[in-house]
Nanobody, 121 residues
Framework: QVRVEESGGGLVHPGGSLRLSCAASGSVSSINAMGWYRQAPGHERELVAV???????TYADSVKDRFTISRGDDKSTVTLQMNNLKPEDTAVYYC???????????????WGKGTLVTVSS
């Protein structure tokens, strides 16, 4: 069993930056990928950025060149650095982890409770 817990989030002005962190506990050695997904009101949960245990990364087109995902040396923590934030980035951000080789939303087995990011002037 794996547990994930997010920290960070909050209110930021457009153009500002935020950092989200996620810590996994339990059977972390079984995890193939960890990452961030977000859900805005009235929208489905979508992939933001994911990193695999081999270090491969995947980003949504909408966040490329603005967001960076990285992980700790112990591979149980993942950080999402978000720069040049836009109002359309406003959403609840969820950390997810999976043992599956797939990183699609449906493949995520373990979810955190989510943290709200609001981008507004």
């Amino acid at each position: 069993q794996v547990r994930v817990e997010e920290s960070g989030g909050g209110l930021v002005h457009p153009g500002g930056s935020l950092r989200l962190s996620c810590a996994a506990s339990g059977s972390v050695s079984s995890i193939n990928a960890m990452g961030w997904y977000r859900q805005a009101p009235g929208h489905e949960r979508e992939l933001v950025a994911v990193i695999t245990k081999r270090g491969g990364t995947t980003y949504a087109d909408s966040v490329k060149d603005r967001f960076t995902i990285s992980r700790g040396d112990d591979k149980s923590t993942v950080t999402l650095q978000m720069n040049n934030l836009k109002p359309e980035d406003t959403a609840v951000y969820y950390c997810g982890a999976t043992r599956s080789p797939s990183i699609s939303r449906s493949a995520i087995e373990y979810w955190g409770k989510g943290t709200l990011v609001t981008v507004s002037s």
